[in-house]
Structure formats: structure tokens, C-alpha cells
């Protein structure tokens, strides 16, 4: 027998023990239970028997498993002389054992089955037999009626070769017809076998033949059904499912269906960026920005998911956290933030899933969510599917936000009106805040189909609900942000500090702070400094050096009066000839800025140098405070790093206010300890309660921080 991978013999029984010997005569006493459950026992040389496949026979036509059955019994008549085993039957003499052989018996079934109309012989008899021995009823089929079919036919291999080479040709392609890939497969052919030697099928035969083999590999279809059907993962896969908050959490851009009024009366659209949590469907953090969503939005999500939103003025009292069904008397005591704030989830994501946009697989974005212990899952290029939760949020917001905003633009150009520009009359902002309104006054309160309380199936909940139900077996610890860990998620660059400073997209920084660190190394392994710069206020960059972060302005700062983004210095770039050396170059750029943006604020200048002019002062009007929304983060007499990204216009902001520019002290505006005095604007556009257009203000910096003791 085989045993433990080696051939032994059997040389004796003793009780339920067993002895064996194998070929080098060594010995073993093995327990009978335990030898006959080792998988590869076996005893050498037995008939082999096996289970009839019986799943295989329904899967059979009905004549085909009839005509099997009936051999059976011919078979065992043949054999046993009863052709139905178990009953006390007498045989008849022509198939008794004990008075004939067993080739008599099979010349007898042989006769007997040609005078009923099916002709055999014996030897037909006899290798029934010997199939229905080695294989039992599945040895009696018909192979003609059990053998897989080819999904082709009998179709030629080369033409099937050259199909499915012109089929994975054009995978990445447009959609193209039919009739288009037959002359490709008629050209493919011709390559490899010479003209005329094999000939493309007809139009019909083709067709079905190009069907039998795309249809079972996704490769016909629209373009976007190709791709998302190639770029899947090798399966066996296993779904993904969240059990608790933050366990997964899905990020995604997309344009909003609204148009918006920038600046200066220039209307464009707008791109919204969202954190959707799986577990719980809550919509955990929003940004919109102009078209060109960057690095510094996604790191400006997590510091959002982490921090609560705060009530704004004019929205009603129902829309609070302490009126709603989150636990806020338990929350609030683990986290005073949560006082004033809405009702919206605290949620501190552990894996966030992105697309392969530049913005969420930049070096910056990864190191951000390193900074605050994220995992990073890539979902696969152009599959929408892997993250399906997000997209179909998406159509959501465009079904119950978007087309009940003025300005709406439907989903694609089909459905634009003629006059979609002369209708938008909200600002980026002020779309912002009725967004951020009807996220916790309809998406956060609505049952949703695919939410199931834990102890009522049945019962469909809200995404407040779940989080609700979760949050009290998963616990919430409260993450605190400071002022270094907003400067930790800006993009990341490594320079060098030379005698003029750090030269960085064009632009020269320099402050005496960096007197001791000119011309000298970093102890990072390549040399250089860690700076971070936030893409809109180029203004001024953060150094880390030995002793901190240490804010470094640009040294033509005062040459620009107006606010600016990096995307207006670089179309600066290229328009602005160079006519001197690299100093002198630089003052002409913020020079010819500064004209620039002068120009688009007197509603001068060309279509392009407008809208550039309209994108760079939306884009800083989110990135610095009104006059009308003092720091949120003052409310919360936690620590003075308590702090409110609700809106994008405290999306960058630290607990000191802007530093004064002439003594070189920092002052702050109000107290951390002290209540944030609130003030309803006025309403705008026939809207009360809603805020008007933010108010550029002078200077976009998100914070500053000089080096203490120096003066600037």
C-alpha cells in the first residue's frame, strides 16, 4: 500500500494496529483509523471505483441518459444473470451463471438486442463491460453526446488566430463596425499566409464567429466597457466589504453639472472632490474647486474627514448634531469640538481608495496619508466599477443637487441648454455652501437602499443612522490636527538652499532664517531640504530645518497686489518673453502679473487672460478667510489645534492669524478659549441667510509663521 509518499507491505493485524514493512526493510506500526485518513493511502494495484458523475448525466439529453440506463441493465444481466440487483429474481437460462459461460451470455445479449432493433455484437457486449467496470454508468454514455462542443465549430484556426489578434488590436481603439474588422482579419491573413491562400469567411459567418469569441472576453462593446473589462484583476477576487467606519473610504473627482461665476462675471465649471466612507455611505468631506482639482485638495479631504463641520449662519437648527440621532451627548464629552458642529461623521479613514489621477497617486497625496497612518489602495486604470460606491454617488448629487441648481448643464452636451452661461448667478463659494447644506439636510438623513441596521435587517437607515449604530461598537477617538500637521499635507518638493535663496517653479525665496543652512547639506540622503508650497498661494513656501518648520517668502511678493495660483504663474511663464538674465526675468514675470490681474479686475484684456485672472481668484478665495466667517477652530476650547476644514474657506488655516509684517510678532485675533462671535451676512440674490461673493482679500496665505525674534 501507499502511505506517508512510500510503498510498504502489509505483514500482520494486530487489533486495530497495523505492521509495515517497506523495500529497506524498515518498520513501522501505524493505527488502522490513522492510516486509512491519510489522504495519499491507497492500496496498490485494487480496482480503482468512482461515484458516477451524476451531475454531469442531468446536464445529458433525456435519449442519452435513457439509452445509458437501459446498457446498464443489459450489463448486469450479462454479468449476474438479474439485470436489476437486489431483488430475488430468477434468470433466465440464456444469462444464468451457473449454466453458461460468460461469452455464451454475451453471444445471448448480443441476438437479443438485434432482434429488438438495435444491432450489436459481442464484442460490442463485451466492451460495455469493460467500460461500465472502470468507469460505472458514465462509461455507458454516448461520447458523442458528453464531448464539449468548440465555441467556433469547425471554423479554420488561422482564421480564428487573425480574429482574435484583430480583436485584442483594437481593445484600446474607437469603437469601430464589423465590417471594419473583417477587412482586418482579411489583411492579417494575407501578412502571414500570402494572398488568396485562406479566405475570410462571409459577412455572416463572420460575425457569428467574431461574437462566439469577443462575447465571453469583453472584447466588443463601447470603448469604456473594453477598458474597464481589460483592466480588471486576475480573479479569483474576493468583494470588499466594510465593517466599520473609516475601514474603507473611497476618493473621486468629477466635474459638477453646474456653472459657476469665478470672478469678474467669467462663468466656467467646477470640479468636485469627495470622500465617500463605504461602511456607513456618508459623505465624509467635500471640496469644489475650479476645473484642475490638485494634490493640496485631495490632502485638504483627509484634514476635512478628521474635523467636525461647523453650523454655518442662516442654516436651521434641525441641521445640528445635537438634534439629530448621533450620540452627541456621549461624543461631546470624548470631543468638544463636536459642540455648534453638524450633523455630519467624525470619520478617520484607515484605507482610502483612488483612482490613478495624477492628484491621488502624486508623491504628495501618499506622503500626506502617511502622515496620518492611511493606507493607500490604487484601484485599477479605468475601471469605474472598483469604486462603484463613489460613482454612483456622484449621479446622485447630479439627480437630487445639481439640476435644482441655477446654471445646471445635465450630464452631457445632449442635454445642455441654449443658454446655460447666462443663467449661473452663484459664485464657487456660495455653491460650495448650498452643497455642504444639502449634504447634511438630505444625503446624511435619507434612508439609504443599501444601508441595514445590524439588528433589523429589513430596516432600511440613513447614513447618520449607521454611523450611529457602528460608532458605538467601534468606539471614536478624536484625531487633533496642529499647526505643523497642515503644513505636513501640503505638496511635497526637495531643493537645494544656495547664497540667493530657494528657487523653486521660477520664482526666488529668501529670508534671513536661512543664513545658517546656505550651501550646506540636509542629513536626508540626498542632500536636499524638504519644502512644501501650497499650489494656491505661491507667495511663500515652509522649510523644515533643525529646529522647525520656517515660513520663507517670495522676494517679489509686494510687486503683486492681487491674489494668485501657481496655474496663473505658469501661464505667465509662457506668454512673457525672457530679455535678460534670471533676476531680471523673474521681477518682469511678477511685473507682467501683476498688470495681468489689474486688467481682468477692470474687465480688460483678452477671453484667456480673464478667465486665467477669474480661476486664480476663485481658487484663493477658498483658500483664505472672509471677512465674514471668523476661524472656526476658535470655538473649541480643547487645544488650540482644534480645527474646522468645513468649508473650504478654513480649508488652510492654523490657530494664529496672519503675523504682523512690521515688528515681526504674531498676534492673535481672538482667543483659543473664546467663544467665535457669528454674524449672518446679508442674503444674496433674493436668498436669505445665504453668503455673498467672498471678498479678495490682499493676501491668500493660508497662515503665517515667522521665525521668532525676527523681523521680516
Known amino acids: 500500500m501507499r502511505f506517508a509518499k512510500r510503498t510498504w507491505t502489509v505483514v500482520m493485524l494486530e487489533g486495530s494496529c497495523v505492521r509495515l514493512v517497506d523495500a529497506d526493510n524498515s518498520v513501522a506500526t501505524v493505527l488502522a483509523n490513522f492510516l486509512f485518513a491519510e489522504p495519499d493511502f491507497e492500496v496498490v494495484g485494487a480496482p480503482q471505483r468512482s461515484v458516477p458523475p451524476f451531475g454531469l448525466l442531468e446536464e445529458l439529453p433525456e435519449q442519452v441518459r435513457a439509452r445509458a440506463y437501459a446498457w446498464e441493465r443489459h450489463v448486469r444481466e450479462v454479468e449476474t444473470g438479474c439485470p436489476v440487483p437486489g431483488q430475488d429474481q430468477v434468470p433466465r437460462a440464456e444469462f444464468d451463471p451457473a449454466r453458461r459461460t460468460v461469452a455464451e ?104 464567429l467574431v461574437h462566439a469569441l469577443a462575447d465571453r472576453q469583453g472584447l466588443l462593446g463601447t470603448a469604456a466597457q473594453r477598458r474597464r473589462h481589460s483592466s480588471r484583476p486576475a480573479p479569483p477576487f474576493t468583494p470588499t466589504v466594510a465593517l466599520r467606519p473609516g475601514e474603507l473610504v473611497m476618493l473621486d473627482s468629477t466635474p459638477l453639472d453646474v456653472m459657476v461665476v469665478l470672478a469678474d462675471g467669467v462663468v466656467g465649471k467646477a470640479e468636485l472632490t469627495i470622500a465617500l466612507d ?187 443612522e449607521m454611523w450611529a449604530a457602528l460608532v458605538g461598537v467601534t468606539g471614536y477617538l478624536p484625531v487633533l490636527l496642529s499647526e505643523d500637521d497642515y503644513v505636513e499635507l501640503m505638496p511635497v518638493k526637495r531643493l537645494g538652499i544656495n547664497d540667493y535663496g530657494i528657487r523653486f517653479g521660477y520664482r526666488t525665496y529668501d529670508h534671513e532664517v536661512l543664513n545658517p543652512h546656505r550651501r550646506f547639506k540636509s542629513t536626508a540622503p540626498d542632500g536636499m531640504w524638504e519644502i512644501h508650497h501650497n499650489p494656491y498661494d505661491p507667495q511663500q513656501i515652509w522649510v523644515r530645518l533643525p529646529g522647525g518648520w520656517e515660513e520663507v517668502p517670495w522676494i517679489h511678493k509686494e510687486c503683486v497686489s492681487l491674489p494668485f495660483t501657481d496655474f496663473t504663474w505658469r501661464h505667465i511663464r509662457a506668454t512673457v518673453e525672457r530679455r535678460g538674465d534670471r533676476d531680471e526675468h523673474e521681477q518682469q514675470l511678477a511685473q507682467a502679473l501683476d498688470r495681468l490681474l489689474r486688467r481682468a479686475g477692470n474687465g480688460e484684456g483678452t477671453r484667456r487672460e480673464r478667465t486665467v485672472a477669474a480661476r486664480a481668484s476663485a481658487a484663493a478665495s477658498l483658500a483664505a478667510p472672509t471677512p465674514h466667517q471668523p476661524p472656526d477652530f476658535l470655538t473649541a476650547p480643547t487645544s488650540p489645534t482644534a480645527w474646522s476644514a468645513s468649508s473650504p474657506q478654513q480649508a488652510w488655516r492654523s490657530p494664529t492669524t496672519k503675523s504682523s509684517r512690521t515688528a515681526g510678532t504674531r498676534t492673535k485675533s481672538h482667543s483659543a478659549h473664546q467663544p467665535m462671535p457669528t454674524t449672518a451676512p446679508p442674503g444674496t440674490n433674493g436668498h436669505p441667510g445665504r453668503p455673498p461673493s467672498p471678498a479678495r482679500p490682499g493676501s491668500t496665505t493660508p497662515f503665517r509663521r515667522r521665525p521668532s525674534g525676527k523681523s521680516p
Open 278 to 464: 463605504v461602511a456607513t455611505r456618508s459623505i465624509c468631506a467635500n471640496v469644489l474647486r475650479p476645473m484642475g482639482t490638485g494634490s493640496v485638495d485631495a490632502a485638504v479631504l483627509l484634514a476635512q474627514m478628521v474635523t467636525p463641520m461647523r453650523m454655518r449662519p442662516g442654516w436651521e437648527e434641525a441641521l445640528a448634531m445635537s438634534r439629530s440621532v448621533i450620540p452627541y451627548e456621549r461624543l461631546v464629552s470624548l470631543d468638544v469640538r463636536l459642540q455648534g458642529a453638524a450633523a455630519r461623521p467624525v470619520i478617520t479613514p484607515e484605507t482610502v481608495v483612488v483612482d490613478q489621477g495624477r492628484v491621488f497617486i502624486s508623491a504628495s497625496f501618499t506622503a500626506a496619508c502617511d502622515s496620518l497612518g492611511v493606507s493607500v489602495q490604487p484601484a485599477p486604470p479605468a475601471n469605474g466599477p472598483a469604486k462603484g460606491h463613489v460613482e454612483r454617488t456622484f449621479l446622485t448629487i447630479g439627480d437630487r443637487f445639481s439640476q435644482y441648481v441655477a446654471g445646471y448643464t445635465g450630464s452631457d452636451v445632449t442635454q445642455r441648454g441654449s443658454n446655460v452661461e447666462g443663467e449661473a448667478c452663484w459664485t464657487l463659494p456660495q455653491v460650495q455652501d448650498l452643497l455642504d447644506e444639502w449634504l447634511i439636510a438630505d444625503w446624511q438623513h435619507r434612508p439609504h437602499a443599501s444601508l441595514r441596521h445590524p439588528l433589523a435587517p429589513k430596516l432600511t437607515v440613513s447614513p447618520n
Open 105 to 208: 451470455r454475451e453471444e445471448a445479449k448480443a441476438a437479443e438486442l438485434t432482434a429488438a432493433g438495435q444491432p450489436a455484437s459481442a464484442v460490442t457486449v463485451r466492451r460495455m463491460r469493460a467500460r461500465y467496470r472502470e468507469q460505472g454508468l458514465w462509461g455507458l454514455v454516448d461520447g458523442r453526446a458528453a464531448r464539449r462542443r468548440s465555441p467556433v465549430g469547425r471554423a479554420d484556426e488561422r482564421v480564428v488566430a487573425a480574429i482574435e489578434q484583430a480583436l485584442q488590436a483594437q481593445r484600446e481603439r474607437s469603437t469601430g463596425t464589423l465590417s471594419r474588422l473583417r477587412r482586418t482579419v482579411g489583411w492579417i491573413l494575407e501578412d502571414a499566409h500570402g494572398v488568396g491562400t485562406v479566405k475570410v469567411p462571409p459577412a455572416s459567418t463572420f460575425n457569428r
